[in-house]
């Protein structure tokens, strides 16, 4: 397993931009996808984006597509997600989660580790 620390949440305007990273700790983090998810309040957990091991694939959620890029830095034990264009329906707590798995999915159920979360808030 990996221990995961989210950073970079914050308040921004509409239209601005923000960068989360997920630092993570332990052992052999390039042999893990990696997903970013948000959770609204009152509402389920649903997937943002994801790489996988070797940051050859990326996949989105299309609400956020052509907006938000997911990257890692394997040397740096990192996975980043920049999140331009903010929208106020973007305003969620952002987590970070890791998948031991040389395929990575979008299903929670899949990941089993995971961050505690950042707070975005997109203002209007």
């Known amino acids: 397993q990996v221990q995961l620390v989210e950073s970079g949440g914050g308040l921004v305007q509409a239209g601005g931009s923000l960068r989360l990273s997920c630092a993570a700790s332990?052992?052999?983090?390039?042999?893990?996808?990696m997903g970013w998810f948000r959770q609204a309040p009152g509402k389920e957990r649903v997937f943002v984006a994801a790489?996988?091991?070797?940051?050859?694939?990326?996949y989105y959620a299309d609400s956020v597509k052509g907006r938000f890029t997911i990257s890692r830095d394997n040397a740096k034990n990192t996975v980043y997600l920049q999140m331009n264009s903010l929208k106020p329906e973007d305003t969620a707590v952002y987590y970070c989660?890791?998948?031991?798995?040389?395929?990575?999915?979008?299903?929670?159920?899949?990941?089993?580790?995971w961050g505690q979360g950042t707070q975005v808030t997109v203002s209007s």
């Open positions: 989660a890791a998948q031991r798995s040389s395929v990575v999915t979008r299903n929670t159920g899949d990941f089993g580790s």
């Open positions: 790489i996988n091991w070797s940051g050859a694939r990326t």
């Open positions: 332990g052992r052999a983090f390039s042999s893990y996808g």
